[in-house]
Each structure stands twice: as structure tokens, then as C-alpha cells.
């Protein structure tokens, strides 16, 4: 891994996050280009899922996929209908779904603070080393040294 590799939290639907995992991709933020440009090539980044669909109202609050981001920056892709979102390859990690919950006291981003949801507002977000390997953890997934 690149030195200086950074830990990000990207945040989108279960479903969303699944159809990404399957094609080697990521899409945040309803397609912008500029969170997309603040990660680099060997970062690593986990997809939280507030819920199963987007706009869902079920609370299913679990992480969905983690891996490591591909060299090469954001691109446009045409998914039909004039919706034209950028998006970044990333290589995802053998992993299963786990929900946040059990980590609330651990991770230093909702550690003792009651409304813990609040940074996942803004779709991407720089996390702590620490972070990062205790989510991949819960995950079972192995991040390279």
C-alpha cells in the first residue's frame, strides 16, 4: 500500500453499495466528482448502509463492502436515463455484511457521542487507522499491512 494512505467511510444504500461491490466500482454523494477526488490510489475505504434501498426507512445500519482504491481518478459512466455519475474503481475485499452497532463505543468516530449518525451525513469522511482495522475486523476482512 502506498504511503500516506488514507481511511474513508462512504455512505449509500445496501443495494447500492452491493451493485458496486459486484462491478469493481464506487459512487458517492449521488455521483459527485469532488468527494471522489479527495481519495488516492491505495486509500481505503468501507461503504456504511443506513438502510437496504435509497430513501429506505428501515434502519438496517451495517457496513457493506471494504477495499482498496484503484489507481486512476473518477470517471463519468452513463447509467441511462440522463444520469450520468462519476465514479472510482476499487479492488473490495472478501467481507461480510456487520452491522455498526457492537462498534459505537470502540470507533473514535461515534465513541460516547449520542448522536453517533451524524458525520455519516455527509456521504464521505476521513476515518483513523484504528477505525478502518476494527471495522475490517468486524467484517473479517484482511486490509494489507
Given at each position: 500500500m502506498p504511503m500516506g494512505s488514507r481511511n474513508w467511510i462512504a455512505v449509500a444504500s445496501a443495494e447500492h453499495v452491493r451493485l458496486g461491490r459486484a462491478a469493481g466500482f464506487m459512487q458517492v454523494c449521488h455521483g459527485k466528482a469532488a468527494p471522489l477526488r479527495r481519495l488516492g490510489p491505495g486509500d481505503r475505504v468501507a461503504y456504511y448502509s443506513p438502510s437496504e434501498v435509497y430513501r429506505g426507512?428501515?434502519?438496517l445500519q451495517i457496513?457493506?463492502?471494504?477495499?482498496?482504491?484503484?489507481?486512476?481518478?473518477?470517471?463519468?459512466?452513463?447509467?441511462?436515463?440522463?444520469?450520468?455519475?462519476f465514479r472510482r474503481d476499487v479492488d473490495w475485499l472478501k467481507a461480510r455484511e456487520a452491522p455498526i452497532r457492537?462498534?459505537?463505543?470502540?470507533?473514535?468516530f461515534?465513541?460516547?457521542?449520542?448522536n453517533w449518525g451524524y458525520q455519516l451525513r455527509f456521504g464521505l469522511f476521513?476515518?483513523?487507522?484504528?477505525?478502518m482495522r476494527c471495522i475490517a475486523r468486524t467484517m473479517d476482512a484482511t486490509l494489507p499491512p
Amino acid at each position: 500500500m502506498p504511503m500516506g494512505s488514507r481511511n474513508w467511510i462512504a455512505v449509500a444504500s445496501a443495494e447500492h453499495v452491493r451493485l458496486g461491490r459486484a462491478a469493481g466500482f464506487m459512487q458517492v454523494c449521488h455521483g459527485k466528482a469532488a468527494p471522489l477526488r479527495r481519495l488516492g490510489p491505495g486509500d481505503r475505504v468501507a461503504y456504511y448502509s443506513p438502510s437496504e434501498v435509497y430513501r429506505g426507512k428501515d434502519k438496517l445500519q451495517i457496513f457493506t463492502a471494504i477495499g482498496l482504491v484503484r489507481e486512476g481518478g473518477p470517471y463519468q459512466f452513463d447509467m441511462g436515463g440522463g444520469f450520468v455519475p462519476f465514479r472510482r474503481d476499487v479492488d473490495w475485499l472478501k467481507a461480510r455484511e456487520a452491522p455498526i452497532r457492537p462498534l459505537l463505543d470502540v470507533l473514535d468516530f461515534t465513541g460516547g457521542t449520542r448522536n453517533w449518525g451524524y458525520q455519516l451525513r455527509f456521504g464521505l469522511f476521513e476515518v483513523s487507522d484504528h477505525d478502518m482495522r476494527c471495522i475490517a475486523r468486524t467484517m473479517d476482512a484482511t486490509l494489507p499491512p
